[in-house]
Structure formats: structure tokens, C-alpha cells
């Protein structure tokens, strides 16, 4: 799941908005990480692995390396 990737720093999943809004351990600023990809195509398992390749891609981009 999202949440068991970004551990600490998860804040919260906002599914319907699309967006993953995490925010530091230390809770200074909130960021917009990744897009929950989401369509009518996408049942719930998938939809949820490809937020977790957006959070794990977005992760990766913060600390300088490339993940397909």
C-alpha cells in the first residue's frame, strides 16, 4: 500500500482528488507527490498499485534517482 511505502512521512491519500498529499516527518511542508491514477477502467487493486508507482517514481525523483 501507499501508506507502508512512505512509512513517516505519509500524511494522507485523497483517492476522489487524484492527488497523494504527503507531507515531511518533521511536518514543515506539505507536497504533492505523485497522481493517483484512477479511471472507471481500473478496479481497486489496480488503482491502488498505480499510486504506488506514482509515489514510488515521485519518491525516487526527490532523491535524485530514476525509476521506471
Known sequence: AVQD?????????????TLV?????AGADAFV???WHRSEQ??????ERAG????RRALARRRGVWMS
Not at 500524511?11 to 476522489?16: C, F
Request: glycine share 12%; net charge positive.
Open 5 to 17: 511505502i512512505l512509512g513517516d512521512q505519509h500524511d494522507t491519500v485523497v483517492r476522489r482528488g
Open 21 to 25: 498529499r504527503l507531507s515531511t516527518r
Open 33 to 35: 507527490l505523485g497522481r
Open 42 to 47: 481500473l478496479d481497486g487493486a489496480r488503482a
Open 52 to 55: 504506488e508507482r506514482a509515489v
